[in-house]
């Protein structure tokens, strides 16, 4: 017989943990903070990064079901979301609002057109311009994928109290804007 594995004392430590990637504060300073204090946060960090890693693993499988890139997938959000609001696309509002290119633009509506995803017409107002919409299709399978999981992320921040949600914005806002003088040291 195979002697058994010894017991360990300590789970796996985590790799968000800066006790564990920098012990001596060289980047992560944790001054006036104690153990818990720590282990609070890195269990935050951790939730950010299995959201994050759902967050992908969804957005990979929302893209293969429906055979785009990410941009592709970008430019269907914001089209039904126009459309939403009975406003006409063009191909230079999505130009726009995806921050391409005219050139990269006509191969993205040719790609998505080729696969039966929007339709092209003339735009109601504009000889000069085509309104794009997508199919109704491609608006069922955006639903059932991307809206889903935007409905799910909806509920749970629903949850909170008005508190709450406002501590998490800020906390999402701090995380999304520039770093600090004393971060960038």
Avoid: C, N
């Amino acid at each position: 017989m195979d002697p058994e594995p010894a017991a360990r004392d300590d789970a796996e430590p985590s790799m968000m943990d800066p006790r564990v990637m920098d012990p001596d504060q060289e980047i992560v300073h944790r001054s006036g903070m104690d153990d818990r204090d720590v282990d609070e946060v890195v269990r935050v960090l951790e939730a950010l990064r299995a959201w994050r890693e759902t967050e992908r693993r969804m957005s990979v499988v929302s893209r293969r079901y429906m055979k785009l890139g990410e941009t592709d997938m970008r430019a269907l959000r914001y089209i039904i979301a126009m459309q939403s609001h009975g406003r006409v696309v063009t191909p230079g509002a999505i130009a726009e609002h995806l921050g391409i290119t005219t050139a990269s633009t006509t191969k993205l509506i040719d790609r998505l057109a080729a696969g039966g995803h929007v339709l092209r017409s003339p735009h109601p107002s504009d000889r000069r311009s085509l309104a794009i919409e997508v199919t109704e299709d491609t608006r069922r399978a955006a639903r059932e994928t991307v809206g889903r999981s935007h409905a799910r992320r909806f509920t749970a921040a629903a949850r909170l109290t008005a508190q709450e949600r406002e501590v998490v914005t800020r906390f999402l806002h701090d995380l999304a804007g520039p770093g600090t003088d004393e971060e960038q040291t």
